[in-house]
C-alpha cells in the first residue's frame, strides 16, 4: 500500500538512537548534502498513479536532524525539498516537504567496533518487515513514524522518515529527563506494542515466529560478546569511581561493596543478557522497542501522544526490560519512587485494553481476557519486573554518562578501540567529562537499589 504524501506545506509559493557504548556523536557534514534526483525518487513512490502526472523536486536544503551529541550509531539529516507537483488536470502546484534522512557513519573501524551496520540492518528490517505486519493487524496505531523510504541507494544504506517535528512533536532535553506525564504516555503505547506482539503470538504463531526469526539480537549475541562485555565493565569501573566520589560521608560503602562483589570478572554483562534472553515464563516474551531512553523518544506539546524512534536494538525479551530501559536511563529519583508503582498499573492496565480491542466479540472472548488478566496480573508484572532490576542498574551504568553528558564536551568516537576500554582509556577520557547530574544519578540509583535488596543479590543471580 502506498503511504500518504508528507506535505508540510502546500500552496502557491514557490520556493525548507541508543546503545553505542560511550559519548560521541555521528558528526554532521554540510557536504552531505541529499541528491534532488534522490528524494524526488523517494516521493514519487509515495502516490498511487491516479495521483498527479508527475513531480518535480527543484530545490533540497539540508541540516542537522538531531542536536550534536544527541545521535551515536549514524548520520541524522533534516532535508527540506521545494516541489513542484503536476496533477492529472494539468495544474501545477508548488509545495515544501521535510524528511528525516538516516545515513551510515563514514568511519569504517567505528562502524565495525559498534557493529552499526548490524543496528542499521536490523532498523531497516524493522520498518520493512516488523512494523508493518504488526500495524497491519493492530486495531489503533503503532507509535512509530512514518517511513518512506528504508533501503539502500548509490551511497549506501538509508532510511527516510516523515519529520516527527512538523506535527508538533519534539524531543524532552534529556539532561533533565522525563517526567511522570512523560513517562505515562510511553507506558501507554509500550503496551500498545507490546499487545500487538502478544496478540500475533497467540492468534496467529506461525506468522509471530516468522516475525521474531527475523528480530535479531544485536548486543546480547555471542558475536558482539567481546566488545560489550568490555564496554560494560568499562561502564562499571566509571560508575564504581562515581559511587567512590559521591561517598563523603560514607553511606554508599554497602552498597560499593555489594556491587563490587556481585559484578566482578566481567558478569555484568552475562548478567544482563541472562535477564534479555533467558526468560523465566515464555509466555512473557514479546517484541520490545529495545532502547527506550529519552533521545528514542518524542513527545506532542501536551505531552499526551509519543512516538518512538530509532529502531536499531529491537528484540524478543520480557516487556519489563523496555519499562526499566526507560526508568533507569532517563527519570530520577524522585519519579521512580512516587510513580514506580501508578507506572506499572497504568501499563497493566494499557495492556489489557489493548488486548481487548484485538480479541473477537464472541463467546471466547471473557476467558481469553481472564487468562490475560491472570498472566498480567500487578503481582506478576511487579514480580517480574524486579527480578530484572539488575538490568536497570547495567544500562544506567552504560548509558547514564551519554545522558548527562554536557553538548558542549563531546568524545570523538572515531579514534576509540576496543583496546582502549581493556586499558581503561575510555573511562579516564569519560572521567573528564561526566557531569554532577551523572554523579547524582548514579549515587540516588546505587541507594535505591541497595534499599530494595537488589544489590544484595547481585551474586545469587
Not at 564496554?231 to 566509571?238: A, I, K, V
Not at 563523603?248 to 556491587?259: F, T
Not at 527506550?292 to 518524542?298: A, D, F, G, R, S
Request: with cysteine.
Amino acid at each position: 500500500m502506498k503511504q500518504e504524501l508528507v506535505v508540510v506545506e502546500v500552496g502557491g509559493g514557490g520556493g525548507g538512537g541508543g546503545i553505542g557504548g560511550g559519548i560521541g556523536g555521528g558528526k554532521y557534514s554540510e557536504d552531505a548534502t541529499e541528491r534532488k534526483d534522490t528524494v524526488q525518487e523517494i516521493l514519487a513512490a509515495q502516490q498511487p498513479a491516479d495521483f498527479w502526472q508527475a513531480v518535480t523536486v527543484d530545490e533540497v536544503f539540508c541540516g542537522p536532524g538531531s542536536r550534536e551529541g544527541d545521535n551515536y550509531m549514524s548520520i541524522i539529516k533534516r532535508v527540506v525539498a521545494h516541489c513542484t507537483v503536476k496533477t492529472l488536470d494539468g495544474q501545477n502546484h508548488a509545495f515544501t516537504i521535510s524528511l528525516i534522512f538516516k545515513r551510515q557513519i563514514t568511519n569504517p573501524h567505528r562502524r565495525q567496533l559498534f557493529r552499526c551496520d548490524a543496528a542499521f540492518e536490523n532498523e531497516i528490517t524493522a520498518y520493512t518487515s516488523i512494523i508493518p505486519v504488526l500495524q497491519r493487524l493492530a486495531p489503533y496505531k503503532l507509535p512509530y513514524p512514518q517511513c518512506l523510504s528504508a533501503d539502500s541507494d548509490d551511497r549506501g544504506d538509508r532510511i527516510v522518515l516523515k519529520d516527527l517535528t512538523t506535527l508538533g512533536f519534539s524531543m524532552v532535553d534529556r539532561r533533565i529527563g522525563l517526567s511522570f506525564a512523560h513517562c505515562s504516555a510511553v507506558m501507554k503505547e509500550l503496551a500498545k506494542l507490546h499487545a500487538t506482539s502478544l496478540a500475533l503470538k497467540h492468534g496467529h504463531p506461525a506468522q509471530y515466529a516468522s516475525v521474531c526469526a527475523k528480530v535479531r539480537e544485536i548486543v546480547f549475541c555471542p558475536e558482539a560478546a567481546d566488545f560489550y562485555t568490555h564496554s560494560l565493565e568499562s561502564s562499571l569501573r566509571g560508575a564504581l569511581d562515581s559511587l567512590r566520589y559521591s561517598n563523603r560521608s560514607g553511606e554508599l560503602d554497602r552498597p560499593i561493596r555489594a556491587i563490587e562483589q556481585g559484578l566482578s570478572s566481567g558478569r555484568l554483562y552475562r548478567l544482563m543478557s541472562g535477564l534479555v534472553c533467558n526468560l523465566v515464563d515464555e509466555s512473557w516474551r514479546v517484541i520490545c522497542h529495545g532502547d527506550t531512553w529519552v533521545n528514542n523518544l518524542m513527545f506532542s506539546a501536551d505531552q499526551q501522544s509519543v512516538r518512538l524512534i530509532d529502531l536499531q536494538t529491537m528484540r524478543c525479551t520480557t516487556p519489563v526490560i523496555d519499562i526499566l530501559h526507560l526508568l533507569y536511563t532517563s527519570t530520577g529519583r524522585d519519579v521512580r519512587q512516587q510513580h514506580t508503582a501508578d507506572l506499572l498499573l497504568l501499563y497493566r492496565r494499557s495492556l489489557l485494553e489493548a488486548l481487548e480491542q484485538h480479541l473477537p466479540a464472541d463467546q471466547s472472548r471473557q476467558p481469553r481476557m481472564r487468562h490475560f488478566e491472570q498472566q498480567f496480573s500487578y503481582g506478576r508484572l511487579r514480580a517480574e519486573y524486579e527480578r530484572c532490576l539488575p538490568y536497570g542498574l547495567g544500562i544506567a551504568m552504560w548509558l547514564l554518562p551519554a545522558v548527562t553528558f554536557n553538548p558542549d564536551q563531546i568524545l570523538d568516537l572515531d579514534g576509540v578501540t576496543i583496546s582502549d576500554f581493556k586499558s581503561n582509556n575510555h573511562e579516564k577520557r569519560i572521567a573528564q567529562l561526566v557531569s554532577v547530574d551523572y554523579h547524582t544519578r548514579m549515587r540516588d540509583i546505587a541507594l535505591e537499589l541497595y534499599d530494595q535488596g537488589i544489590l544484595q543479590r547481585l551474586t545469587t543471580i
